[in-house]
């Protein structure tokens, strides 16, 4: 016999998910490869670059790490929001989000089982890929410290708002929408300035820069790699801004899952 | 009690909870209440017998219908799938010597409307107009009261296939709240023949196995109110037969109510107590699968579905005669 229902959030439930993903990757060797593979190609790819301008250019030199800085910090980005994107659509691949939607699971519960175990699969993928920056280009991101930790935060924070939208997309228009899990995110690529400062951008797109929370996060990491200072300042509005980017992410989501029940979506997603 | 006179009085205690599609809000069902509404289906209550009429009286009735659809309409742009119907399903919680639950079969063809009502009971779908009312909760704005309550299992919805099926059963169980998830998966795996395959992929399993499996889950939290669709489709006929008496010993067992939607008229013959046809999103018929055999002069229930579905019968003479 079931417990009487649970009037609010239910952390129980979310372990429940956050079980159910993890059973998924334990059984799937492949699926651990892939989380590693693309960041360990995109890390060598531009950690070999960096070493070879390092050498050819003072200010590179000086900035040692930066690329591989920004490669590392992208990937939390990028991995952050494809994990969290991924596990919700093996729902939909799986044919399963008919029997989720009828159990008493809750859509925030569901967000942040995603939350966590999008932060598994980064794990999963980066560690390795940190260890091997370590060995081969003498890049410790860990030895970052504090700024790390403020650097991951921040960007994980804005992978789950992205992931919350791309969910939410994929809920209301079915499986036609699940290329936006690899592609939205990339956007972010030029306008956040993962690669160079903002002041590279024409004025106009500065504005823009200035909007999104990860521009905050590189310009602190080059801040901080080439000037030697944490700009406590940046973080600080990065946070903001993520909070307010969650905040709006989860309304829209709501606002989709709505549309979806409006629609029919959810029983032809579940078919 | 013998077979007929429990089939009769399971049928009445549908006509009187039938007619009453909407009950007073925050006052209990009683069967005099029941009893005093005018009837809007085909029905009469000729067919309760003395014996039966005495055994109402010693029976306790849930306060609320384990669903309540009242004028229920869904319209997607240019199409009405669900066209203003109304019913209710008594709950299952009756005492007595009577037998308890209920099972209601969801006739009509393709885009008839079932799919689309199952899913508005279940909250999956927003209906434009009307009120869905399940175990006393409005839906779907209140489906969280009672969503740990219900279940339901449909050949069209799978489980994750590289979880074996005691990992599934497993995150179903904590989603559901079960108590002892463990000793629950055990007594089912018994019931439902799984203890063979229980640590081996779903992906892996035979339709057959898949469907039990399907089952064990709708089963987990044994729920008041399960909704089946199509639950015995694409399987064998042995494995068929194993299901629905599984789905009998369920509801006699738990009291429950069963809402099932299906193609199959020899089911719905066999499980149902009242059938409920659709056609274009309104309900075409409404009554118990015997008296709808009479009325239409048909030997089974599959030249009755033929006859509403291609208009044959517009008005059968019972129909007629048992209008109020």
Redesign the interface.
């Known amino acids: 016999?079931?417990?009487?229902?649970?009037a609010g959030f239910?952390a129980?439930?979310v372990?429940?998910?956050v079980?159910?993903y993890w059973?998924?990757l334990r059984?799937?060797w492949p699926r651990l490869m892939e989380l590693v593979y693309w960041p360990m190609v995109q890390m060598l790819t531009w950690g070999f670059l960096q070493h070879y301008i390092g050498q050819n250019a003072g200010y590179f030199a000086r900035a040692g790490g930066t690329f591989i800085g920004a490669v590392l910090l992208w990937d939390i980005l990028f991995r952050g929001q494809l994990g969290f994107s991924v596990s919700f659509l093996?729902e939909m691949w799986?044919?399963?989000?008919?029997?989720?939607?009828?159990?008493?699971?809750?859509p925030m519960e569901f967000i942040a089982a995603l939350m966590v175990v999008s932060v598994i699969r980064l794990l999963i993928g980066m560690v390795p890929v940190m260890l091997v920056a370590s060995g081969l280009f003498g890049f410790n991101l860990l030895g970052l410290g504090v700024a790390l930790a403020a650097f991951f935060f921040n960007l994980i924070f804005t992978s789950w708002s992205i992931g919350i939208v791309v969910s939410g997309l994929v809920l209301r228009n079915g499986l036609g929408a699940e290329s936006l899990a690899w592609t939205l995110m990339f956007i972010f690529l030029p306008l956040t300035c993962v690669y160079y400062p903002v002041a590279t951008l024409p004025a106009v797109l500065q504005y823009v820069a200035w909007l999104l929370p990860p521009t905050y996060v590189f310009e602190g990491m080059r801040a901080l790699l080439i000037d030697h200072v944490f700009r406590t300042d940046l973080m600080g509005t990065a946070l903001v801004l993520n909070a307010g980017l969650f905040a709006l992410s989860a309304f829209v989501f709501l606002k989709l899952l709505?549309s979806a029940?409006?629609?029919?979506s959810?029983?032809q997603a579940?078919? | 009690m013998d077979a007929c006179v429990r089939r009769h009085a399971t049928r009445s205690l549908h006509v009187t909870a039938r007619a009453s599609a909407s009950p007073p809000r925050g006052l209990g069902l009683s069967l005099t209440h029941l009893l005093r509404e005018p009837r809007r289906t085909v029905t009469s209550p000729r067919i309760r017998s003395p014996i039966v009429e005495s055994h109402f009286r010693s029976m306790t009735v849930s306060p609320e219908p384990a669903v309540s659809v009242d004028r229920l309409v869904?319209k997607?742009k240019s199409t009405t799938?669900v066209d203003g119907i109304s019913f209710s399903l008594p709950a299952g919680s009756v005492t007595g010597s009577l037998p308890a639950g209920s099972v209601t079969g969801l006739l009509g063809g393709n885009g008839a409307g079932k799919?689309?009502t199952i899913?508005m009971i279940?909250?999956?779908?927003?209906p434009t107009s009307g009120r869905v009312e399940v175990l006393g909760a409005e839906m779907?704005r209140q489906r969280?009261?009672?969503?740990?309550?219900m279940?339901?299992e449909?050949p069209?919805?799978?489980?994750?296939?590289?979880?074996?099926v005691r990992?599934n059963l497993?995150?179903?169980g904590?989603?559901?709240?079960?108590?002892d998830i463990a000793g629950r998966i055990a007594r089912l795996s018994q019931e439902l023949a799984l203890t063979e395959f229980i640590d081996r992929?779903t992906g892996k399993l035979s339709s057959g196995q898949k469907t039990r499996v399907s089952l064990a889950?709708a089963l987990l939290?044994?729920p008041d109110l399960l909704l089946l669709d199509e639950p015995t489709a694409s399987l064998d006929p042995d494995t068929a037969d194993w299901v629905r008496s599984h789905l009998e010993r369920y509801r006699r067992e738990h009291a429950a109510t069963l809402l099932l939607a299906s193609h199959n008229m020899a089911e719905v013959e066999r499980l149902c107590d009242r059938v409920i046809i659709m056609k274009r999103g309104r309900i075409e018929d409404d009554d118990t699968p015997a008296r709808l055999l009479t009325r239409y002069g048909r030997q089974n229930l599959e030249d009755v579905f033929l006859d509403v579905a291609r208009g044959r019968v517009e008005t059968p003479a019972a129909f007629a005669e048992d209008r109020p």
């Open positions: 016999m079931s417990a009487p229902a649970s239910s129980a439930r372990f429940a998910m079980l159910r059973y998924v059984s799937s093996e799986a044919r399963n989000l008919g029997n989720l939607m009828m159990s008493p699971l809750r709505d029940r409006r629609h029919g959810l029983v579940g078919e | 869904k997607y799938a799919t689309t899913a279940m909250g999956l779908v927003m779907p969280y009261h009672v969503l740990q309550r279940n339901f449909s069209y919805v799978d489980m994750p296939m590289r979880l074996t990992q497993d995150v179903f904590r989603l559901y709240g079960v108590a992929p889950k939290n044994e």
